[in-house]
DNA sequence: TCGCATTCCGTTTTT
DNA sequence: CGGAATGCGA
C-alpha cells in the first residue's frame, strides 16, 4: 500500500505521511501539543491503563463497584468520547445508576489523565479537534501541508475521525475516501457507518466511483460471500463480478471438538502444501475470538508447522513488557500515575498498599501527582520510618535515571538495560528458574533490542518517541515479520488481508455469531459482516470449519453449527466428503420440522463412544446415572456425557411450562450446573434455563 | 508487608 | 481453564 501510495505521489513525498489516524495524530501532538497544555512527553494510555486509573478515582470517591465495574466504566466513557460527547454534556444526558455513576467518574478520569500528562486512545483524535478548534493557524498549517487527504476503509471511522477529516480537508477540498459498507466491522467501537452512506450529501461536488470487480477471488467464493451479505436489510446494493475461474468448491469442515476441528484443518494444510505445491504462508485461519487460536497453535505445533499469530496477546501486551515500557515511561513522564503506580512495589521493595494508600491521600490532599507526593515522602507524617526510607530508596533510583536520560549522554537502550538491572527487575525473573521466567527475560532482552534497534533506525529517536510509537502498534504492522508460516489472526484481524488459502474456524451458534450478538438485529448484521469479510480474504479455495464440542470457561460445551451455514448458497458447497450441504432452513422456526430428529440421532451419545483422542476409557459413576467417560488427550481433562439426562442436547425438541415448544441450541455444564440455551420461537427468543428448575419436557 | 491460598470471573472484536 | 482480586496467617 505504502509503496502503491509513493508511486502515486512521486518521490517527492515531503509533507506525505501514511499510517493510522492515531499515530498521525500523536505525532502532531507532540509538536503541537503545548498550546493546549500537554508537554512532548505525554503518555499513551492503553485500555488497561484506563482503567487501572477508573478504578481509582471510583475507590477515592467511594463507589460502589457493583454498580459500574471500572471495565464497564472504561467502556462507557471510551463511547462517550468516541461520539464526542463530554463530560459536562454526558452528566445531562445520564439516565439510571450506571450512567450517573460514571458521570461523577467521567470528569475526575479527564481531571486524572491531565495531571499525569496522559491521553487516552480516543483523546488522540480529540485533542487533535481542540487543539484545532482553539488555533485556527495550527489547523491552517496542516491544511496547506497536506494538501490531499486519502483515507483507507473510510467504513470503519468514527465521529472524531470524521470531524478532522473534514476539517483538514476543509480548504483544498481533495478529499478522497475508498470502503465498502459491507465490510463495516467497528461499531462496537464507534465506527459509524453513516460516515460513508452521507458522503455525498456531505461533498456534493463528490464523484463516486463504484468498485464492483473483484480480481481476488474465485467465482464461487464470491457467489458464497454474495449469499451471505445479501441477508443483510442494511446495505448498499452491489453487484459484485469478476472474471477469474470459477475455482474449487468451499468446503464444509465438521469436527467432534476444537481439538480435532485444530487437527483437520492441520492436516488439510499440509496435504495442500504437499500435493498442490502451496507455501505455508499462503494459508491463514481465522476465527471469531483470540481464545480459539491455542487449539490450533496446539496442533500445528506438533506437527511441525511454522505459523505466526497476530494479535491475541501480542508482544507488548504482555506483563513483564508492559512492566519495563512501565518504568522507562516513568524516566520520560514522572507524572504518569498508571506507570508509576505498576511498579512502585514491583518488584516488592517494601511500599505496600498501606503505604501507596497514604501516598494517594497526601496527593489529593495537596493537589500533587502521586510522584510529586513521592518526592515529598519526608513530609507526609502518617508515613513510618520504615517505609519513607523505602519510598526514598525507589525516588532515588527513579530521579536517578530520569537525569541520566534528560542529559541524553547515556544510548537509550544501554540505559534501559541499567535501570531495570537496578530497579531488580531482571533478578525478580531469574529469582525461579522455569521455563515461562526464561521466556520473560528473554522477552524482555527482546524489547531493549527492538529499543535500540530503533534509535538507530529512526532520526531523532528517543525513549519518549519509542513508548509513543510503540503504545500505538497495530496488528498490521506485526504482520509483516517475513517467514514462510502460516498465519493464524481474529476475523477482525484478517480486514486487509489476502490469502489463496482460508479457514473460517468455530462456525458454531454462540461463537460465531457470538451468543451476545444475536439479540439485536444491527449486532447480527455486523457478525454476518464479518463472516463476509473473512469468506471475502479468499483467493483460491475457502474452508469452513465447526466443531460439535469446545471448551469455553474450562467446561466443555456442546453447539449447535452456525446460522449462517444454513444461510449460504449450497450450490457452491460440498462437504468434506464431496457430498452436498444439507441445510436445514426451518430449524429457528420454532413449530416442529419433520426433520428434527436429525441432529439428535448424530448427537446420541454412543456416538461419542468413538474414541476423540487415542488413550480414552469408559467407566460408570455411583449415583446411579451410566456415564461415558473418556480421557482428552494431553490435557488429561475428562469429558463426561451424562446419560440420565441424555435427551436434553442440542438439537433436541422441548417443552416449558412457560415458554412452550423449543429447539436445544447448546447445553453448558453438567449436574446441579448444567444449563441449557433453548430457542422458544421469535416470539420469546433464546432462554438460558436452569436443568435442576426448568422442567423441560423431551418431546417428539 | 509479604506470600500463599482461595475464590471469583469472564470472552467478543481493537486503535 | 487461567488470570486477577481477595483473604488470611506469619
Same mark, same amino acid.
Request: hydrophobic share 35%; aromatic share 8%.
Given at each position: 500500500?505504502?509503496?502503491?501510495?509513493?508511486?502515486?505521489?512521486?518521490?517527492?513525498?515531503?509533507?506525505?505521511?501514511?499510517?493510522?489516524?492515531?499515530?498521525?495524530?500523536?505525532?502532531?501532538?507532540?509538536?503541537?501539543?503545548?498550546?493546549?497544555?500537554?508537554?512532548?512527553?505525554?503518555?499513551?494510555?492503553?485500555?488497561?491503563?484506563?482503567?487501572?486509573?477508573?478504578?481509582?478515582?471510583?475507590?477515592?470517591?467511594?463507589?460502589?463497584?457493583?454498580?459500574?465495574?471500572?471495565? &464497564?466504566? =472504561?467502556?462507557?466513557?471510551?463511547?462517550?468520547?468516541?461520539?464526542?460527547?463530554?463530560?459536562?454534556?454526558?452528566?445531562?444526558?445520564?439516565?439510571?445508576?450506571?450512567?450517573?455513576?460514571?458521570?461523577? *467518574?467521567?470528569?475526575?478520569?479527564?481531571?486524572?489523565?491531565?495531571?499525569?500528562? !496522559?491521553?487516552?486512545?480516543?483523546?488522540?483524535?480529540?485533542?487533535?479537534?481542540?487543539?484545532?478548534?482553539?488555533?485556527?493557524?495550527?489547523?491552517?498549517?496542516? =491544511?496547506?501541508?497536506?494538501?490531499?487527504?486519502h483515507i483507507d476503509e473510510y467504513q470503519d471511522t468514527?465521529?472524531? =475521525?470524521?470531524?478532522?477529516?473534514?476539517?483538514?480537508?476543509?480548504?483544498?477540498?481533495?478529499?478522497c475516501v475508498v470502503g465498502d459498507d459491507a465490510q463495516s466491522i467497528y461499531?462496537?467501537?464507534?465506527a459509524d457507518i453513516?460516515n460513508i452512506l452521507?458522503f /455525498?450529501?456531505?461533498?456534493?461536488?463528490?464523484?463516486t466511483?463504484?468498485l464492483?470487480?473483484?480480481?481476488?477471488?474465485?467465482?464461487?467464493?464470491?457467489?458464497?460471500? @454474495?449469499?451471505?451479505?445479501?441477508?443483510?436489510? %442494511?446495505?448498499i446494493?452491489?453487484?459484485?463480478?469478476?472474471?477469474?475461474?470459477?475455482?474449487?468448491?468451499?468446503?464444509?469442515?465438521?469436527?467432534?471438538?476444537?481439538?480435532?476441528? !485444530?487437527?483437520? $484443518?492441520?492436516?488439510?494444510?499440509?496435504?495442500?502444501?504437499? +500435493?498442490?505445491?502451496?507455501?505455508? #504462508?499462503?494459508?491463514?485461519?481465522?476465527?471469531?475470538?483470540?481464545?480459539?487460536?491455542?487449539?490450533?497453535?496446539?496442533?500445528?505445533?506438533?506437527?511441525?508447522?511454522?505459523?505466526? *499469530?497476530?494479535?491475541?496477546?501480542?508482544?507488548?501486551? +504482555?506483563?513483564?513488557?508492559?512492566?519495563?515500557?512501565?518504568?522507562?515511561?516513568?524516566?520520560?513522564?514522572?507524572? @504518569?500515575?498508571?506507570?508509576?503506580?505498576?511498579?512502585?512495589?514491583?518488584?516488592?521493595?517494601?511500599? #505496600?498498599?498501606?503505604?501507596?494508600?497514604?501516598?494517594?491521600?497526601?496527593?489529593?490532599?495537596?493537589?500533587?501527582?502521586?510522584?510529586?507526593? *513521592?518526592?515529598?515522602?519526608?513530609?507526609?507524617?502518617?508515613?513510618?520510618?520504615?517505609?519513607?526510607?523505602? *519510598?526514598?530508596?525507589?525516588?532515588?533510583?527513579? &530521579?536517578?535515571?530520569?537525569?541520566?536520560?534528560?542529559?541524553?549522554?547515556?544510548?537509550?537502550?544501554?540505559?534501559?538495560?541499567?535501570?531495570?538491572?537496578?530497579?531488580?527487575?531482571?533478578?525478580?525473573?531469574?529469582?525461579?528458574?522455569?521455563?515461562?521466567?526464561?521466556?520473560?527475560?528473554?522477552?524482555?532482552?527482546?524489547?531493549?533490542?527492538?529499543?535500540?534497534?530503533?534509535? /538507530?533506525?529512526?532520526?531523532?529517536?528517543?525513549?519518549?518517541?519509542?513508548?509513543?510509537?510503540?503504545?500505538?502498534?497495530?496488528?498490521?504492522?506485526?504482520?509483516?515479520?517475513?517467514?514462510?508460516?502460516?498465519?493464524?489472526?481474529?476475523?477482525?484481524?484478517?480486514k486487509g488481508?489476502?490469502?489463496?488459502?482460508?479457514?473460517?474456524?468455530?462456525?458454531?451458534?454462540?461463537?460465531?455469531?457470538?451468543?451476545?450478538?444475536?439479540?439485536?438485529?444491527?449486532?447480527?448484521?455486523?457478525?454476518?459482516?464479518?463472516?463476509?469479510?473473512?469468506?471475502?480474504?479468499?483467493?483460491?479455495?475457502?474452508?469452513?470449519?465447526?466443531?460439535?464440542?469446545?471448551?469455553?470457561?474450562?467446561?466443555?460445551?456442546?453447539?449447535?453449527?452456525?446460522?449462517?451455514?444454513?444461510? $449460504?448458497?449450497? %450450490?457452491?458447497?460440498?462437504?468434506?466428503?464431496?457430498?452436498?450441504?444439507?441445510? =436445514?432452513?426451518?430449524?429457528?422456526?420454532?413449530?416442529? &420440522?419433520?426433520?428434527?430428529?436429525?441432529?439428535?440421532?448424530?448427537?446420541?451419545?454412543?456416538?461419542?463412544?468413538?474414541?476423540?483422542?487415542?488413550? #480414552?476409557?469408559?467407566?460408570?459413576? %455411583? @449415583?446411579?446415572?451410566?456415564?461415558?467417560?473418556?480421557?482428552?488427550?494431553?490435557?488429561?481433562?475428562?469429558?463426561?456425557?451424562?446419560?440420565?439426562?441424555?435427551?436434553?442436547?442440542?438439537?433436541?425438541?422441548?417443552?416449558?411450562?412457560?415458554?412452550?415448544? #423449543?429447539?436445544?441450541?447448546? $447445553?453448558?455444564?453438567?449436574?446441579?450446573? !448444567?444449563?441449557?440455551?433453548?430457542?422458544?420461537?421469535?416470539?420469546?427468543?433464546?432462554?438460558?434455563?436452569?436443568?435442576?428448575?426448568?422442567?423441560?419436557?423431551?418431546?417428539?
Amino acid at each position: 500500500m505504502q509503496e502503491r501510495v509513493q508511486r502515486l505521489v512521486g518521490d517527492d513525498t515531503k509533507g506525505m505521511w501514511v499510517g493510522t489516524f492515531h499515530s498521525a495524530f500523536a505525532r502532531l501532538l507532540r509538536v503541537e501539543g503545548d498550546k493546549i497544555g500537554y508537554s512532548e512527553d505525554f503518555s499513551i494510555y492503553d485500555t488497561s491503563d484506563s482503567k487501572r486509573l477508573i478504578r481509582q478515582q471510583m475507590q477515592g470517591r467511594n463507589l460502589d463497584r457493583d454498580v459500574v465495574k471500572p471495565r &464497564a466504566a =472504561q467502556r462507557m466513557i471510551s463511547s462517550a468520547k468516541n461520539e464526542m460527547i463530554g463530560p459536562r454534556e454526558y452528566a445531562e444526558l445520564a439516565r439510571g445508576d450506571q450512567q450517573e455513576m460514571v458521570a461523577e *467518574v467521567y470528569p475526575a478520569y479527564e481531571r486524572a489523565l491531565k495531571q499525569a500528562n !496522559a491521553l487516552d486512545f480516543d483523546d488522540l483524535l480529540l485533542k487533535p479537534i481542540e487543539l484545532f478548534e482553539q488555533h485556527e493557524d495550527v489547523l491552517e498549517k496542516y =491544511q496547506r501541508r497536506w494538501t490531499h487527504v486519502h483515507i483507507d476503509e473510510y467504513q470503519d471511522t468514527n465521529q472524531a =475521525q470524521y470531524v478532522l477529516a473534514r476539517k483538514l480537508a476543509g480548504r483544498h477540498k481533495n478529499l478522497c475516501v475508498v470502503g465498502d459498507d459491507a465490510q463495516s466491522i467497528y461499531a462496537f467501537r464507534g465506527a459509524d457507518i453513516t460516515n460513508i452512506l452521507n458522503f /455525498e450529501q456531505d461533498y456534493p461536488d463528490a464523484t463516486t466511483i463504484r468498485l464492483e470487480r473483484n480480481y481476488r477471488s474465485t467465482k464461487n467464493i464470491i457467489r458464497l460471500a @454474495d449469499s451471505i451479505i445479501e441477508k443483510n436489510d %442494511d446495505q448498499i446494493e452491489k453487484s459484485l463480478w469478476t472474471d477469474n475461474v470459477e475455482g474449487e468448491y468451499v468446503a464444509l469442515m465438521e469436527a467432534l471438538s476444537e481439538k480435532d476441528e !485444530a487437527q483437520k $484443518v492441520e492436516r488439510r494444510i499440509r496435504d495442500l502444501q504437499l +500435493r498442490e505445491g502451496l507455501e505455508y #504462508g499462503d494459508f491463514a485461519v481465522l476465527y471469531r475470538t483470540n481464545a480459539q487460536s491455542r487449539a490450533i497453535e496446539e496442533a500445528l505445533r506438533t506437527e511441525n508447522v511454522a505459523y505466526r *499469530v497476530i494479535g491475541g496477546t501480542s508482544f507488548y501486551e +504482555r506483563k513483564e513488557i508492559k512492566d519495563v515500557l512501565a518504568y522507562l515511561k516513568l524516566l520520560v513522564n514522572p507524572n @504518569d500515575t498508571a506507570s508509576l503506580q505498576r511498579i512502585i512495589n514491583y518488584p516488592t521493595r517494601g511500599i #505496600g498498599d498501606k503505604t501507596q494508600e497514604r501516598l494517594q491521600r497526601y496527593a489529593q490532599q495537596n493537589n500533587l501527582s502521586l510522584w510529586q507526593a *513521592v518526592e515529598r515522602v519526608e513530609e507526609i507524617e502518617t508515613l513510618g520510618t520504615r517505609a519513607e526510607r523505602a *519510598v526514598g530508596t525507589f525516588r532515588r533510583l527513579i &530521579a536517578r535515571y530520569a537525569s541520566k536520560a534528560g542529559t541524553g549522554s547515556t544510548p537509550p537502550d544501554e540505559l534501559a538495560r541499567d535501570l531495570i538491572q537496578d530497579a531488580g527487575l531482571l533478578s525478580e525473573l531469574r529469582k525461579e528458574h522455569t521455563r515461562e521466567n526464561l521466556q520473560r527475560w528473554e522477552n524482555v532482552q527482546e524489547l531493549i533490542s527492538a529499543l535500540a534497534e530503533y534509535v /538507530e533506525s529512526t532520526e531523532e529517536a528517543t525513549i519518549s518517541t519509542f513508548l509513543q510509537e510503540v503504545a500505538l502498534l497495530t496488528d498490521q504492522d506485526e504482520a509483516d515479520d517475513e517467514g514462510d508460516k502460516v498465519t493464524l489472526m481474529t476475523l477482525h484481524a484478517a480486514k486487509g488481508t489476502e490469502y489463496p488459502v482460508v479457514f473460517v474456524a468455530g462456525l458454531e451458534e454462540g461463537l460465531f455469531p457470538l451468543e451476545k450478538a444475536t439479540q439485536e438485529k444491527s449486532e447480527l448484521e455486523e457478525e454476518r459482516r464479518l463472516f463476509y469479510v473473512g469468506v471475502t480474504r479468499a483467493e483460491q479455495r475457502l474452508y469452513l470449519s465447526w466443531a460439535r464440542s469446545r471448551y469455553r470457561y474450562g467446561e466443555q460445551q456442546s453447539n449447535t453449527r452456525s446460522r449462517f451455514l444454513e444461510e $449460504v448458497d449450497s %450450490d457452491v458447497v460440498r462437504t468434506e466428503a464431496g457430498g452436498e450441504l444439507e441445510q =436445514q432452513t426451518d430449524r429457528f422456526k420454532a413449530g416442529g &420440522a419433520p426433520d428434527s430428529s436429525r441432529d439428535y440421532d448424530e448427537m446420541d451419545p454412543h456416538y461419542y463412544r468413538q474414541d476423540l483422542s487415542g488413550d #480414552g476409557g469408559s467407566g460408570s459413576s %455411583d @449415583d446411579g446415572l451410566r456415564r461415558i467417560e473418556s480421557t482428552d488427550g494431553d490435557s488429561g481433562r475428562r469429558v463426561v456425557y451424562d446419560e440420565g439426562r441424555g435427551t436434553i442436547v442440542p438439537g433436541a425438541r422441548v417443552e416449558h411450562s412457560k415458554f412452550g415448544q #423449543g429447539k436445544v441450541q447448546s $447445553v453448558e455444564g453438567e449436574g446441579e450446573k !448444567a444449563t441449557a440455551v433453548v430457542f422458544f420461537g421469535s416470539d420469546v427468543g433464546n432462554k438460558k434455563l436452569k436443568l435442576k428448575y426448568a422442567k423441560l419436557r423431551v418431546v417428539g
